[in-house]
């Protein structure tokens, strides 16, 4: 079971019921491969994530665990805190799992995946040394709950 603290999941009860969002034409609706109805938070899962040569010494961390992103337009998903940002963006030629800390100009961790809708990918795993995240996966899902 999760508990949802500052849209950071840490075990201990269950997911609230999701609701409907709209917009994202291009994964969800009729025919579509993420289903028919395109929900209003979606969960992140990081594993294995590792600092690298540029990760600050200051505050920062590494993602780890679930964090749940709320629709903030069309096929984008955000979650913003003091310390950092998360996205999720269903393109139209990728996927996109991008984390910045607050104060670094880049991203910090950049997930692409090679096609649109796709539900896991894979960060970045050479040049550790230029790279203030490197390695992990990021696994996209939603609870099903609310949505009917």
């Known amino acids: ?3 949802l603290f500052g849209g950071v999941l840490i075990m201990g009860t269950p997911l609230p019921p999701n609701s409907p ?3 994202c034409a291009l994964c969800w609706g009729a025919g579509k491969s993420l289903g028919l109805v395109q929900p209003e938070y979606v969960d992140l899962f990081f594993e294995d994530v590792q600092p690298g040569g540029l990760f600050p010494s200051s505050g920062a961390f590494v993602p780890s665990g679930s964090y749940q992103l709320s629709h903030s337009s069309v096929c984008l998903y955000e979650l913003t805190t003091r310390e950092f940002q998360m996205r999720c ?3 139209a030629t990728a996927t996109l799992v991008t984390v910045q800390f607050a104060g670094l100009e880049s ?3 950049l997930g692409p995946i090679g096609s649109p809708c796709a ?3 894979f ?3 050479t040049f550790f040394f230029l790279r203030v995240l490197f390695g992990g ?3 996209i ?3 099903e709950k609310g949505l009917d």
Do not use: E, I, Q, V
Request: proline fraction near 4%; hydrophobic fraction near 35%; charged fraction near 10%.
């Open 89 to 91: 963006n269903f393109g």
């Open 21 to 23: 969002a709209s917009g």
């Open 123 to 125: 960060g970045p795993s």
């Open 1 to 3: 079971m999760l508990l």
């Open 107 to 109: 991203d910090s961790w």
């Open 137 to 139: 996966t990021c696994k």
């Open 119 to 121: 539900l896991t990918c």
């Open 141 to 143: 899902s939603w609870n």
